[in-house]
């Protein structure tokens, strides 16, 4: 799909470098055309690449969603590889071919220091050595000098090769120029819940290294099946929007191997990102515990090197999205128009019926009576005037439809989402919930819930992991429905919660076939649809519901327990005045009789048989009894064990064994095979 955008600039105002262009008979403007690469290009923060930080975050971010997209589009459990290996300005120059050469003019350079500047540094770093050399000559503690780095200079810049490796679907050999190489082109268009923002995927990252590097993008694809593995190196035809191809040809494929493999060299900056791409990696392992993840990062210097491998914790996938229809209250002129010119039904009817949900032909035949004289059933929809189109566009605007149902998305799933939470964060509790289809604005949507407690690397009070069509949102947290749900309107202390003591990790995944992102970046929902709000809040709710269960059971079983240890301390006293009362009754000449078995017992006291340390000794083996009772009880209700535990995976006896039928729940997942 090819497109322009099209600037009115004014001849009284030039601007600099404007394209030549036919002026007007006034001759008081010029019309420029610019293809949607350009425009991306001259825009790049709308995709997310903001600075060269950013830009090496979302080019890992748009790659990883390509894998799993591909993958899970063959229901193959993804297995993705993510290496980011940085690029010295030395090596790649020797990769451009590009000459090092010495500074002759250091002035010139924006990191030069003049002599009285250097002379005001070294004076400072001296006094300051001065002064940890006392520090240390008395015995205190002082922080180490930071080695002196100098200023960086712009042109200093960081360049990385960022490579990822899938087992997905891959590209057809004819199809990659296209795919990767001109922007707005692609197969995720279309109605249905999917990863991409813009559809733009690797094709943005490929526009932001040639803005940056001048390299083209390398690729490794096949088919499932394929005899060849397709390499293409191309790069973009920024103002035409079309690829430049260098190379495109076949090789030998003995192992056959399916998926994709996609090299892009770019300027980055790791040390201000590396926080958000690891954050990211492991949100992702979160929402997809399916998946299988090996990030490695190669330094500069090998003691910076960096390898992290996010296991599959299970293999159970949720089911791909399917695409839906429009719903009638969420279409528009321009779309209503399209629908018509791209339909192949005859009459109205059957246009009615086939390219919208939630109307049947009884339906469309109320709404063409309603429409007027002038439509009927039968009349051909390419017939239908520009005023029609408008009245069947305020119709379906005022009257009343069923609301679509949520079997085109496809949710993580409570029992993915609760395995992903546990696998990552290892909580001591957890509760999860999935909330029914609702609608907003005549599209679907599903919220999901995870509430942990506890865990590693968690940081006391909230901890807000958040999720749009299973895909993680990092920032612009502040004013997100979930944040300000979860800061503002849930009451923790009615849930038993500490609110900023607890480690509390709040996990919301959102999935639709429209999310309300809101700004330029679409890095977050906003508060503003009544609908989704309440949706977010219930089901964060429904997950405090069960841990408040949990943790007051929890108490009560701590309580008792408790109780029950408490009395050891009373064991010595209770046991003398016990052994006092019996003696003095032994030694009674006429001691009353209590039964034949109370007998027994004082006649052993009486013959020493039963002494003080006796009692002592068996009221510590009852008490000891109970607390062994009291400590399995409150092992089972909280689900933890004192003693040391080894985890075992319970894995299907044969992976490519089919089973008949699965039932899901939100802690397992129960597979019933038949015997052949």
């Given at each position: 799909?090819?497109?322009?955008?099209?600037?009115?600039?004014?001849a009284e105002q030039p601007?600099?470098?404007?394209a030549?262009?036919?002026?007007g008979?006034?001759?008081?403007?010029t019309l420029?055309?610019?293809?949607?690469?350009?425009?991306?290009?001259e825009?790049k923060?709308i995709?997310?690449?903001d600075n060269?930080?950013?830009?090496l975050y979302?080019?890992?971010?748009?790659?990883?969603e390509n894998?799993?997209?591909?993958a899970?589009?063959?229901?193959?459990?993804?297995?993705i590889?993510?290496?980011?290996?940085?690029?010295?300005k030395t090596?790649f120059?020797?990769?451009?071919?590009?000459?090092?050469?010495e500074?002759?003019d250091a002035a010139l350079?924006?990191?030069?220091?003049s002599?009285?500047?250097r002379?005001?540094r070294?004076?400072?770093?001296?006094?300051?050595?001065?002064?940890q050399?006392?520090?240390m000559?008395s015995?205190?503690?002082?922080k180490?000098l930071a080695?002196?780095k100098?200023?960086k200079?712009?042109g200093?810049s960081?360049?990385?090769?960022v490579?990822?490796?899938?087992n997905?679907?891959g590209?057809?050999?004819?199809d990659?120029?296209?795919?990767?190489g001109?922007v707005?082109s692609g197969t995720k268009?279309?109605?249905?819940?999917t990863r991409?923002?813009f559809?733009?995927g690797a094709?943005?990252a490929?526009?932001?290294?040639?803005?940056?590097?001048?390299?083209?993008?390398?690729?490794?694809a096949?088919?499932?099946?394929?005899?060849?593995i397709?390499?293409?190196v191309?790069?973009?035809d920024?103002?035409?929007?079309?690829?430049h191809?260098h190379v495109?040809e076949k090789?030998?494929?003995?192992v056959?191997?399916?998926g994709?493999e996609?090299?892009?060299?770019?300027?980055?900056n790791?040390t201000?990102y590396?926080s958000?791409?690891?954050s990211?990696?492991?949100?992702?392992?979160?929402?997809?515990?399916?998946?299988?993840?090996?990030?490695?990062?190669i330094?500069?210097?090998?003691?910076?090197?960096?390898t992290?491998?996010?296991a599959?914790?299970?293999?159970?996938m949720p089911p791909?999205?399917?695409?839906?229809?429009?719903h009638?209250?969420?279409?528009d002129?321009l779309l209503i128009k399209?629908?018509?010119?791209?339909?192949?039904?005859?009459?109205l009817?059957?246009?009615?019926q086939?390219e919208?949900?939630?109307?049947g032909?009884?339906?469309?035949?109320?709404?063409i009576?309603?429409?007027?004289?002038?439509f009927s059933?039968?009349?051909p929809?390419?017939?239908?005037?520009?005023?029609?189109?408008?009245?069947i566009?305020?119709l379906f605007?005022?009257?009343?439809f069923?609301?679509?149902?949520g079997?085109c998305l496809?949710p993580?799933?409570?029992y993915?989402?609760?395995?992903?939470?546990?696998?990552?964060l290892?909580?001591?509790?957890v509760?999860t919930y999935?909330?029914s289809?609702?609608?907003f604005?005549?599209?679907?949507?599903i919220v999901?819930?995870?509430v942990s407690?506890g865990?590693?690397?968690?940081k006391?009070?909230l901890?807000i992991f958040?999720?749009?069509?299973r895909?993680?949102?990092?920032?612009?947290?502040?004013?997100?429905?979930?944040?300000?749900?979860a800061?503002?309107?849930?009451?923790?202390?009615n849930?038993k919660?500490?609110?900023?003591?607890?480690?509390?990790?709040v996990?919301?995944?959102?999935?639709?076939t429209?999310i309300?992102?809101?700004g330029?970046?679409?890095?977050y929902?906003g508060?503003?649809?009544?609908?989704?709000?309440s949706?977010?809040?219930?089901?964060i709710?429904q997950c405090?519901?069960?841990l408040?269960f949990?943790?007051v059971?929890?108490?009560?079983?701590?309580d008792k327990q408790?109780r029950?240890r408490?009395?050891?301390?009373y064991?010595p006293?209770?046991?003398?005045a016990?052994h006092?009362?019996?003696?003095?009754?032994?030694?009674?000449?006429k001691?009353?009789?209590?039964?034949e078995?109370?007998d027994k017992i004082?006649?052993?006291v009486?013959?020493?048989?039963i002494?003080e340390g006796?009692?002592?000794?068996?009221?510590?083996?009852?008490v000891?009894?109970?607390?062994?009772e009291?400590a399995?009880?409150?092992?089972?209700q909280?689900?933890?064990a004192?003693?040391?535990r080894?985890?075992?995976?319970?894995r299907?006896v044969d992976?490519?064994?089919?089973?008949?039928?699965?039932?899901?729940t939100p802690v397992c997942?129960l597979?019933?095979?038949s015997?052949?």
């Amino acid at each position: 799909m090819d497109g322009t955008v099209t600037d009115r600039v004014s001849a009284e105002q030039p601007r600099k470098g404007k394209a030549k262009g036919s002026k007007g008979a006034s001759g008081e403007s010029t019309l420029k055309q610019k293809s949607p690469a350009e425009f991306f290009s001259e825009n790049k923060n709308i995709a997310g690449f903001d600075n060269p930080g950013k830009s090496l975050y979302t080019t890992v971010r748009e790659l990883v969603e390509n894998a799993l997209d591909s993958a899970e589009s063959i229901a193959d459990l993804p297995v993705i590889e993510v290496t980011i290996e940085e690029i010295s300005k030395t090596k790649f120059n020797s990769m451009i071919g590009l000459i090092d050469r010495e500074r002759v003019d250091a002035a010139l350079y924006d990191d030069y220091e003049s002599a009285k500047a250097r002379e005001k540094r070294l004076a400072k770093e001296a006094k300051e050595q001065e002064r940890q050399a006392k520090n240390m000559a008395s015995g205190k503690k002082s922080k180490e000098l930071a080695a002196n780095k100098g200023a960086k200079g712009r042109g200093e810049s960081s360049f990385f090769k960022v490579t990822c490796k899938d087992n997905g679907r891959g590209m057809p050999h004819d199809d990659i120029p296209n795919m990767l190489g001109r922007v707005l082109s692609g197969t995720k268009y279309g109605l249905k819940q999917t990863r991409g923002k813009f559809g733009l995927g690797a094709k943005m990252a490929l526009i932001w290294a040639k803005m940056s590097t001048g390299l083209p993008i390398d690729i490794l694809a096949a088919t499932n099946g394929q005899s060849f593995i397709s390499h293409c190196v191309l790069d973009i035809d920024i103002h035409k929007n079309i690829p430049h191809v260098h190379v495109h040809e076949k090789n030998d494929n003995p192992v056959k191997w399916h998926g994709a493999e996609i090299q892009v060299t770019i300027e980055g900056n790791w040390t201000t990102y590396r926080s958000k791409i690891i954050s990211y990696m492991r949100q992702m392992a979160v929402i997809t515990p399916y998946s299988e993840f090996l990030f490695s990062y190669i330094a500069d210097t090998p003691d910076k090197n960096m390898t992290i491998r996010f296991a599959r914790r299970t293999d159970v996938m949720p089911p791909a999205p399917v695409e839906t229809k429009y719903h009638p209250s969420a279409v528009d002129l321009l779309l209503i128009k399209r629908l018509i010119a791209e339909t192949s039904k005859q009459n109205l009817l059957q246009f009615l019926q086939h390219e919208f949900v939630c109307i049947g032909k009884s339906y469309a035949e109320r709404l063409i009576d309603e429409m007027g004289s002038e439509f009927s059933p039968k009349m051909p929809v390419k017939s239908l005037t520009d005023q029609q189109i408008v009245r069947i566009h305020q119709l379906f605007r005022q009257a009343r439809f069923d609301e679509p149902s949520g079997e085109c998305l496809s949710p993580a799933g409570e029992y993915n989402l609760r395995l992903g939470i546990m696998k990552e964060l290892h909580p001591d509790m957890v509760a999860t919930y999935q909330g029914s289809p609702q609608v907003f604005e005549g599209h679907p949507f599903i919220v999901e819930a995870g509430v942990s407690l506890g865990g590693k690397d968690v940081k006391p009070g909230l901890n807000i992991f958040r999720f749009a069509n299973r895909i993680p949102l990092l920032f612009e947290q502040g004013g997100d429905v979930v944040t300000r749900t979860a800061m503002k309107r849930i009451n923790w202390n009615n849930y038993k919660i500490k609110e900023n003591q607890d480690k509390i990790g709040v996990f919301v995944s959102i999935v639709s076939t429209k999310i309300p992102f809101k700004g330029t970046g679409k890095e977050y929902i906003g508060d503003d649809i009544d609908e989704i709000s309440s949706a977010v809040k219930s089901a964060i709710q429904q997950c405090c519901n069960q841990l408040k269960f949990k943790i007051v059971r929890q108490q009560a079983a701590r309580d008792k327990q408790e109780r029950k240890r408490n009395l050891t301390k009373y064991i010595p006293d209770a046991s003398r005045a016990i052994h006092e009362v019996l003696l003095a009754i032994s030694d009674s000449r006429k001691r009353q009789r209590y039964g034949e078995e109370y007998d027994k017992i004082i006649d052993k006291v009486a013959l020493h048989e039963i002494t003080e340390g006796t009692l002592r000794q068996k009221l510590s083996q009852h008490v000891d009894q109970m607390d062994i009772e009291m400590a399995l009880e409150y092992a089972t209700q909280t689900g933890m064990a004192e003693a040391v535990r080894e985890t075992i995976y319970l894995r299907t006896v044969d992976e490519k064994r089919s089973f008949e039928i699965e039932f899901h729940t939100p802690v397992c997942i129960l597979r019933l095979f038949s015997e052949h």
